[in-house]
């Protein structure tokens, strides 16, 4: 028996012998000098530890992590960052970048105005604004594909306007025409010198660039009213 368990027997028993009425002692004094102390745990007796199964969960094991409330399912409703993303922009990552041809913060998109800028459009071409990108056309007179251009020789392709009675000059992006001598004119068309009542085939050796024909073949000069045969045909 230990001493806490001696000690508390001892009471007891001094209680049941007042409570028999014993003359040599009063119950009030005999109960208050009675005291029972417990020394706590001593040399003898050592602290019991329960390592029993855990019956909230059924395991033999009480240990364990708590779940991270920010590590849970909630994570799921995250925003997508690329949900932010604009017209004519992109993600990359997790950031909105707008698409080339284009400016701004990936959230707004602008075009970019390449022709008022930096382009690669040949010197000799027209460049135009496109959205996201540009064009470039080689300018009249010249040939290609816009990025490069090169001179067209009318003269030598016959793509001139010039006058049977001129002579063509190739130009840098076009031509120039020059009547011969004997005919004047802006080149396109050239008049004869012959006057009126010469002999004439053709309406470009006289010098009001009209022949009457139909047995006359004579220069004559625009008919306003009809007089004679000045009004015939004329050519």
């Known amino acids: 028996m230990n001493p806490a368990s001696r000690t508390l027997s001892t009471s007891l028993f001094a209680l049941a012998l007042a409570a028999c009425g014993d003359s040599g002692s009063d119950p009030l004094t005999a109960t208050a000098g009675v005291t029972a102390t417990d020394p706590g745990p001593t040399s003898e007796t050592s ?9 909230t969960t059924g395991d033999d094991t009480t ?8 590590t849970s399912s ?28 284009f400016e701004g913060d990936g959230q707004t998109c602008s075009d970019v105005d390449e022709c008022a800028g930096k382009n690669d459009c040949a010197v000799d071409a027209t460049c135009s ?5 540009y064009d470039c056309a080689c300018n009249e007179g010249y ?8 001179d067209v020789d009318e003269c030598n392709e016959d793509l001139d306007m010039c006058s049977p009675n001129a ?3 190739n130009q840098d992006g076009g031509y ?3 009547c011969e001598d004997g005919f004047t004119g802006d080149g396109f068309t050239c008049n004869g010198s012959k006057q009126f009542g010469e002999s004439c085939e053709a309406g470009e050796e ?3 660039g009209l022949c009457l024909v139909g047995g006359f073949d004579m220069c004559t000069v625009p008919c306003s009213q009809n007089v004679a045969n000045d009004c015939g045909a004329q050519e």
């Open 47 to 55: 602290p019991q530890t329960t390592t029993g199964a855990d019956t």
């Open 167 to 169: 002579s063509c000059t």
């Open 143 to 150: 040939k290609g594909n816009g990025f490069v251009c090169s």
């Open 74 to 101: 909630s994570t799921t409703d995250a925003v997508d960052p690329c949900d932010a993303c604009g017209e004519n922009a992109s993600c990359r990552g997790d950031t909105c970048v707008c698409d080339e041809g």
């Open 206 to 208: 006289c010098a009001s």
């Open 63 to 70: 240990t364990g992590t708590p779940e991270d409330p920010t």
């Open 129 to 133: 604004n496109t959205p996201g990108g």
């Open 176 to 178: 120039k025409c020059t």
